[in-house]
């Protein structure tokens, strides 16, 4: 009985062992990341240049768990470099931030120090309303940012450690789920940013605030913030923008809900969260996408007669971002398809919506395009939305000018003709002048009617 429950307690230890490492050391990876600081010159201050060196940090999700240390660090790092991080949340074990032995690709991984300070913006200023500085700020602190393979998840996290032990602790961290966002026009969007705060540190229960900003080019605006210590929302929100304030409160869930989507919208978005003290962010891109509406003018062409040359325009409108090519093609009746080039394409024109329309004009010469009978002429417009195109009927009808053998042949008529007037003529003269004077009537006549035919 003793050796059965002996066995039993094994089997159970080592199912746990096993449970553990999945849990921990199996699916927290190791991850490589750039050491970044701001050079110190030799007067003791900044000379704003920064030095990068290679760093390795270990990850598990419970201080107690033994990482993987006994593999060996790579001789090319530095062994005060390499970090023990528990994060509880598990937030860094994200598999796009592990990816298999040997890949080339790697996640993206950088960490700093951090000073953490009270800050002054209104919507953050009431978290440190008591001035005072806890004690427990006081250590080595630290700042991680991560992007994951294929930008699959960005995270950004604070971490602390006690003075000079290299045992780091998650404190804050921030995540998003969608680093880049494209949308169409008019639809709802949903920029996801998620922050987990460590329940156990004295800055959390303080309340925290969240800020959008968006940044474009230089110009940057702020979209929306909100101060969760007093539930009180920044006068500067921009319209249609919201949060899921229940959902921030009960999960941490700060992601920005933008109502419609307009060309404007497009740009880098960044979420900040703040603790008291402490403050940590992710970016995200939208990109406002919409093909264009594609239409040719005029519709339907007006029939067209061998030789003679119509001009189509292409209008494509309604369109974002800016990028596009036009070109034309011909499809003629035997379906077969040949490309007619891009014709002359017009610069862009800007919408009050922001969304560009942009056209190009095609001469169709009849006779030089070799267009036969005629076929449909297409437009196709190429852009980042998707394909667009339209197409109109040509159609080229025979001879209305008469063509060369035909006027020869003319020519040839009226010649035998009138080589027939003159020998009837002179048959008649010849046989008596009373006669001929009548003759000469007729023959007069019979000219007329020779030149009339001629004529048709
Ligand atoms: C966050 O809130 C938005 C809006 O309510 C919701 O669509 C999204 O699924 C939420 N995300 C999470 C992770 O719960």
Same mark, same amino acid.
């Given at each position: 009985m003793t050796e059965l429950s002996t066995i039993y307690k094994l089997s159970l230890v080592t199912f746990i062992c096993f449970i553990k490492a999945c849990s921990s050391s199996s699916s927290c990876p190791v991850l490589e990341c750039w050491f970044v600081q701001e050079k110190t010159g030799r007067g003791g201050g900044l000379t704003g240049a920064t030095s990068q060196e290679k760093s390795l940090l270990h990850i598990r999700t419970d201080a107690h768990s033994h990482t993987a240390k006994s593999q060996q660090a790579p001789s090319d790092i530095n062994p005060d470099r390499v970090y023990s991080i528990t994060d509880p949340a598990a937030t860094l074990c994200h598999l796009s931030l592990n990816p298999p032995r040997g890949s080339v690709e790697k996640p993206q991984c950088e960490i700093n120090p951090f000073s953490p300070q009270p800050s002054d913006l209104k919507w953050v200023a009431p978290l440190t309303d008591s001035g005072l500085s806890p004690i427990y700020l006081e250590a080595d602190w630290f700042s991680t940012s991560l992007q994951g393979l294929n930008k699959q998840v960005a995270i950004s996290t604070i971490m602390r450690a006690p003075t000079a032990t290299k045992e780091h602790n998650v404190i804050l961290s921030v995540t998003s789920n969608t680093v880049s966002v494209q949308s169409r026009l008019g639809e709802p969007v949903l920029l996801d940013c998620g922050f987990w705060v460590d329940s156990s540190s004295p800055l959390s229960?303080?309340?925290?605030?969240?800020? #959008?900003? *968006?940044?474009?080019?230089? &110009? +940057?605006?702020?979209?929306?913030? *909100?101060?969760?210590?007093?539930?009180? /929302?920044?006068?500067?929100?921009?319209?249609?923008?919201? /949060?899921?304030?229940?959902? /921030?409160?009960?999960?941490?869930?700060? $992601?920005?809900?933008?109502?419609?989507?307009?060309?404007?919208?497009?740009?880098? *978005? =960044?979420?900040?969260? *703040? @603790?008291?003290? =402490?403050?940590?962010?992710?970016? !995200?891109? @939208?990109?406002?996408?919409?093909?264009? $509406?594609?239409? =040719?003018y005029p519709s339907p062409l007006p029939l067209a007669v061998q030789g003679q040359t119509l001009t189509a325009q292409c209008e494509a409108s309604g369109f974002a971002p800016l990028s596009l090519e036009l070109s034309w093609e011909f499809q003629g009746i035997d379906g077969k398809s040949r490309p007619l080039g891009s014709g002359s394409v017009t610069g862009h024109r800007q919408a009050w919506d922001g969304t560009y329309s942009q056209s190009s004009q095609l001469e169709l010469d009849t006779t030089k395009l070799d267009l036969g009978r005629g076929g449909e002429v297409i437009c196709v417009a190429v852009h980042l939305g998707g394909k667009r195109q339209a197409s109109v009927t040509l159609n080229v009808i025979g001879f $209305?000018?008469?063509?060369?053998? &035909?006027?020869?042949?003319?020519?040839?008529?009226?010649?035998?003709?009138?080589? /027939? =007037?003159?020998?009837?003529? #002179?048959?008649?003269?010849?046989? +008596?002048? &009373?006669?001929?004077?009548?003759?000469?009537? !007729?023959?007069? &006549?019979?000219? !007329?009617?020779?030149?009339?035919?001629?004529?048709?």
């Open positions: 229960g303080s309340g925290f605030a969240v800020e #959008w900003r *968006y940044q474009f080019r230089g &110009d +940057g605006r702020l979209v929306l913030a *909100y101060d969760g210590k007093t539930d009180r /929302l920044a006068d500067a929100k921009e319209k249609g923008a919201t /949060l899921d304030f229940e959902g /921030l409160h009960e999960k941490g869930n700060a $992601s920005l809900i933008l109502q419609e989507a307009e060309v404007r919208h497009s740009g880098m *978005y =960044i979420c900040s969260v *703040y @603790l008291p003290h =402490i403050v940590a962010q992710v970016t !995200l891109e @939208l990109e406002v996408v919409e093909p264009p $509406s594609v239409s =040719i $209305s000018t008469p063509s060369i053998e &035909d006027s020869m042949g003319m020519v040839g008529v009226a010649l035998v003709l009138y080589g /027939l =007037i003159k020998f009837v003529s #002179w048959t008649f003269t010849s046989s +008596g002048s &009373d006669v001929a004077g009548q003759q000469e009537k !007729l023959v007069k &006549d019979q000219k !007329l009617r020779g030149f009339k035919m001629v004529m048709f």
